[in-house]
């Protein structure tokens, strides 16, 4: 049984990691964040201490290391993605092994970096890539390398998620802190298209606002064009006040039917870092070039047959 500490315990995807830990027979043995609002941890691991300041969940951590029984082995981590870095740093020198969400960190220079602290720690950073573990994408991975290797797929990614003024209003809205839109809600998609089409050859963007982002990406195995919204007035109207999700993934003419089967992601990721088998620094090194990209692109005219149709009706 291995000793977790986790960090951001009272944000939106804390509770997948909390299960995780405990459907793999692991104990969570400390928790931190600025926020109280986390009674969920009364239903998974109750006798958990929690800190409300860092300061205070570190030096714990750092008494915790005195005695092998109650060693921390591993932190994860589900804070706000401008805080991923200095806080997978802080893992790594507990002498910890970190298990950290999307998006890593964003650039490659700050991947660099934690190499350095990898080096200096001899712990590892785990990044969570949980799509890479969807039976539907496994099986489409599989297909495409059994297509003839000069087949390049043409590929429509469509992903509107609603929010309300409150995303506008939280760290999720201010770029400085999410990084942008393209990169809080889209980044394990660019993972995806990499994990199954290869290498990026082309990364064009269309369209780029605080709400809404588009544009272009072709894979060695594929030519995508993508749109990201997190505006319901972006909703198809036959979805439009029925529901406040729009997600398709068109691949030369055929539906990536995925929606089913997200329950237990995190526990298969944890169960593969676990098992020694996990995703490192260099496997979220494509992703976050991907978005260091689109982030700092300016946006030009598309190409015929390039443009995402949902840009067409934007101004």
Same mark, same amino acid.
């Given at each position: /049984?291995?000793?977790?500490?986790?960090?951001?315990? %009272?944000?939106?995807?804390?509770?997948?990691? /909390?299960?995780?830990?405990?459907?793999?027979?692991?104990?969570?043995?400390?928790?931190?964040d600025i926020n109280d609002?986390?009674?969920?941890?009364? +239903?998974?691991?109750?006798? +958990?201490?929690?800190?409300?300041?860092?300061?205070?969940? &570190?030096?714990?951590?750092?008494?915790?290391?005195?005695?092998?029984?109650?060693? @921390?082995?591993?932190?994860?981590?589900?804070?706000?993605?401008?805080?991923?870095?200095?806080?997978i740093a802080a893992g @790594?020198?507990?002498?910890?092994?970190?298990?950290?969400?999307?998006? @890593?960190?964003?650039?490659?220079?700050?991947?660099?970096?934690?190499?350095?602290?990898? !080096?200096?720690?001899?712990?590892?950073?785990?990044?969570?890539?949980?799509?890479?573990?969807?039976?539907?994408?496994?099986?489409?991975? =599989?297909?495409? %390398?059994?297509?003839?290797? =000069?087949?390049?797929?043409?590929?429509?990614?469509?992903?509107?998620?609603?929010?309300?003024?409150? &995303?506008?209003?939280?760290?999720? #809205?201010?770029?400085?802190?999410?990084?942008?839109?393209?990169?809080?809600?889209?980044?394990?998609?660019?993972? /995806?298209?990499?994990?199954?089409?290869?290498?990026?050859?082309?990364?064009?963007v269309h369209y780029s #606002?605080?709400? !809404?982002?588009?544009? &272009?990406?072709?894979?060695?195995? %594929?030519?995508?064009?993508?749109?990201?919204?997190?505006?319901?007035?972006?909703?198809?109207?036959?979805?439009?006040? !029925?529901?406040?999700?729009?997600?398709?993934?068109?691949?030369?003419?055929?539906? @990536?039917?995925? +929606?089913?089967?997200?329950? =237990?992601?995190?526990?298969?990721?944890?169960?593969?870092?676990?098992? #020694?088998?996990?995703?490192?620094?260099?496997?979220?090194?494509?992703?976050?070039?991907?978005?260091?990209?689109?982030? +700092?692109?300016?946006?030009?005219?598309?190409?015929? #047959?390039?443009?995402?149709?949902?840009?067409?009706?934007?101004?």
């Open positions: /049984m291995k000793n977790f500490a986790l960090i951001g315990a %009272a944000g939106y995807i804390a509770p997948r990691h /909390m299960r995780a830990i405990k459907d793999t027979d692991n104990h969570l043995a400390v928790a931190y609002s986390v009674g969920i941890i009364d +239903s998974i691991s109750p006798q +958990s201490e929690f800190f409300t300041e860092f300061e205070r969940f &570190y030096e714990h951590a750092q008494q915790l290391k005195r005695n092998p029984a109650t060693a @921390l082995d591993y932190v994860a981590i589900c804070s706000p993605n401008y805080l991923h870095h200095p806080h @790594l020198r507990l002498g910890c092994d970190v298990i950290c969400e999307k998006p @890593l960190v964003p650039t490659p220079e700050l991947v660099d970096e934690l190499e350095r602290v990898e !080096k200096e720690t001899g712990k590892r950073v785990f990044n969570i890539l949980q799509l890479r573990h969807h039976e539907a994408i496994l099986k489409l991975r =599989d297909k495409v %390398a059994a297509a003839p290797a =000069d087949t390049k797929f043409d590929v429509e990614l469509t992903y509107i998620t609603s929010r309300g003024k409150w &995303y506008m209003e939280s760290w999720k #809205g201010d770029n400085r802190k999410s990084f942008g839109v393209a990169t809080n809600i889209g980044v394990h998609f660019y993972d /995806m298209l990499h994990f199954i089409f290869g290498k990026l050859q082309r990364n064009v #606002g605080t709400a !809404k982002a588009a544009g &272009y990406l072709e894979y060695e195995r %594929a030519r995508v064009r993508w749109f990201l919204s997190i505006d319901a007035n972006d909703l198809p109207a036959d979805v439009k006040g !029925k529901k406040t999700t729009f997600r398709n993934i068109d691949i030369s003419g055929e539906k @990536l039917e995925f +929606s089913e089967g997200f329950t =237990d992601l995190h526990t298969a990721s944890y169960k593969e870092i676990l098992a #020694g088998r996990g995703y490192g620094l260099e496997d979220a090194r494509h992703c976050i070039e991907t978005v260091n990209v689109i982030r +700092s692109a300016t946006p030009v005219q598309g190409e015929q #047959g390039e443009v995402h149709p949902f840009v067409r009706h934007l101004a």
